[in-house]
């Protein structure tokens, strides 16, 4: 009897235990999920642009000889700089010396005669007034005076051609630049014929230019005929990727198109102070506008793209996620420039966006603003 009472006992309690067991604990809701979040501002940004051109001299002369002389010598280092009026070379000059020698010669001859031309004219008009001779003869004395000038005029024409042959001897730089290569060694019998005697170049201020397509052109001209000329600098990227610290400006576009390529060529002067630009180099040249824009700009993080197009999360009412559509533009390294989607003041989120789901809210918290100041956009070809 007492097992028996002991069994429904046990019977009794396993089931109360089993019950007490099974009933869940009252659970608390869950804490929304914390996310990094950004205000939405305005900051000043340099828009900027970047082709491939090519790298013009200025001014560029090939230098020549005029006249048929042996190269006696040579003035000047190849490669190094020189200021206009330099000698560069000189040809035999005795062969000219004389010619200009013998056409002074026939000039003071000339003047001989006439001056005696113009004696027998004086002393025929004073016979002719006595009638000591025929008018008849002084005629003939004054077309000889006639004569006689033309002669004297003649030779003084010879000799200023022969001054003229003989300053050719003498080959002087036009301005100031840098001197090339010279394939001509003194002693060598040079003249019009022969060819380049040097290449003269000057390299400051020097002229890149480059093609710009009909819609980027558009653009530009659409902000104005003064920002195209005066509101963009123009910088040289050297090939080791950074920027000259010289800026230039933009001095011609072309008034027609390539009909190949369809696009315009444009051409811009910038200093060339330390000679980092070469005549005929590939360079890619830069376009900056000179007073910065502000523009909305925000971490490239905080940019997601899906099937719609590019979106960001924004911490609205209540700390609710939404879904903002946006267009973006090129920015700055690690940052995007919004054109349409985005107003300032509202919270978008930077980090923690896979745990954010639209229309559930969020914890947010603020990360650093960024430091101030005006921000160089990202330059791309067209951008």
Do not use: W
């Amino acid at each position: 009897m007492t097992l028996a009472v002991l069994c429904a006992t046990a019977a009794l309690a396993l089931p109360l235990a089993s019950c007490k067991d099974e009933a869940p604990p009252q659970q608390q809701s869950a804490a929304p999920p914390a996310v990094v979040v950004t205000r939405v501002a305005r900051q000043p940004i340099a828009q900027a642009a970047e082709f491939i051109g090519r790298v013009e001299a200025v001014d560029k002369v090939d230098i020549r000889a005029r006249v048929t002389a042996f190269l006696v010598s040579r003035h000047f280092t190849e490669g190094d700089a020189v200021k206009a009026g330099d000698m560069l070379f000189t040809l035999e000059q005795p062969p000219f010396a004389a010619e200009v020698a013998l056409r002074q010669a026939q000039v003071e001859r000339a003047e001989a005669e006439l001056r005696n031309a113009t004696l027998q004219v004086t002393r025929g008009r004073e016979l002719v007034r006595t009638n000591n001779i025929p008018q008849s003869t002084l005629d003939e004395r004054i077309a000889a005076e006639g004569e006689a000038k033309g002669g004297r005029d003649a030779a003084l024409a010879q000799l200023e051609q022969a001054r003229i042959q003989y300053g050719y001897t003498e080959i002087r730089v036009p301005f100031d630049g840098r001197a090339g290569r010279s394939p001509i060694s003194p002693g060598n019998l040079v003249g019009p014929d022969t060819g380049v005697l040097v290449t003269v170049v000057r390299e400051d201020p020097i002229r890149l230019s480059f093609p710009v397509t009909q819609r980027e052109l558009l653009r530009v001209r659409q902000a104005g005929a003064d920002v195209a000329r005066d509101g963009i600098r123009v910088r040289a990227r050297l090939p080791d990727g950074s920027l000259m610290d010289t800026a230039g400006r933009l001095e011609f576009i072309d008034v027609a198109a390539n009909r190949s390529t369809d696009s315009v060529l444009v051409q811009a002067m910038v200093p060339n102070p330390n000679r980092l630009l070469t005549d005929g180099q590939a360079i890619a040249v830069v376009l900056e506008a000179a007073t910065p824009a502000e523009a909305i700009m925000i971490p490239q993080a905080a940019l997601q793209v899906d099937q719609q197009g590019a979106f960001v999360l924004v911490v609205g009412a209540d700390n609710k996620v939404e879904v903002k559509r946006v267009r973006t533009a090129p920015g700055p390294a690690g940052q995007i420039v919004i054109t349409e989607g985005l107003e300032v003041g509202q919270l978008i989120i930077v980090e923690g966006s896979q745990r954010a789901r639209p229309g559930q809210p969020v914890t947010p918290r603020s990360e650093p603003p960024p430091p101030s100041g005006t921000v160089p956009a990202n330059a791309t070809r067209g951008g």
